[in-house]
């Protein structure tokens, strides 16, 4: 049995999923600014859902950035005390990838250009191709690398994108981009711990996994840094 524990905390949902052999729970709420008071207490529930305990975890994961920089920081001294009180490896996940993935999931299609709105007038995006083998297995790869950009000034794609997330609210410049229209675009999709789990258990079976000092988030943005937080969560 591998079983991974993920949450998300980037945007204003707030979500902790658990995959144990590639069968996900998840609980998935839009909760502004409510993050630091939900966040273990779902932990809480859906490991008892499970009748599991982080003991019994191979992993944890989270959804690392780009994303509010606030919400980044609670995830990751989140996944970093349970980590620590555990003893447990931790996989960070893009939450644009993760995106991604659940645009294909809904819609299918090769191509998703994942975007979050980056406030003044900025992006945060990343692409992606998504393919399925002869056993019907997807596989996610990054095609574009993510960054924080202007939308105006993105490059010339030449890969039929879809949309996906909340920086796709300056859907007219980023289509301008395009070689073709995007034939579907999805606003109101937002990171989930679900896509993150399923991501990080591919992850996790490919040997990609950090020590819980090394699970720091991805702001994106240069002046913002991250101090490492000392354990405050024990077991649980």
Known sequence: MTAILAIDTSTPA????????GAVLEDF??????????????????????????????ALAFGRGPGSFTGLRISAGIVQG???????????????????????QLHGGDYWLAALD????????????????????????????ERVIKPEVLPVFDLPYQGVGSGWCYADDIQARLPQPANLILTDIAPRAACIAELAARDFAQGKSVAASQAIPVYLRDEITWEKQPPRIGKR
């Open 82 to 104: 349970l980590a620590y009180g555990a003893d447990l490896p931790v996989v960070p996940v893009s939450t644009l990838a993760a995106m991604a993935l659940e645009g294909y």
């Open 14 to 21: 707030c979500s902790v999923a658990l995959i144990v052999d």
């Open 118 to 145: 980056a406030r003044m007038g900025e992006i945060y995006a990343g692409g992606y191709h998504i393919q399925v083998d002869d056993e019907q297995q997807w596989h996610l790869q990054e095609c574009w690398a």
């Open 29 to 58: 709420r839009m909760a502004p600014r409510q993050h630091n008071d939900l966040i273990l207490p779902m932990v809480d529930q859906i490991l008892a859902q499970a009748e599991l305990s982080l003991a019994q975890l191979d």
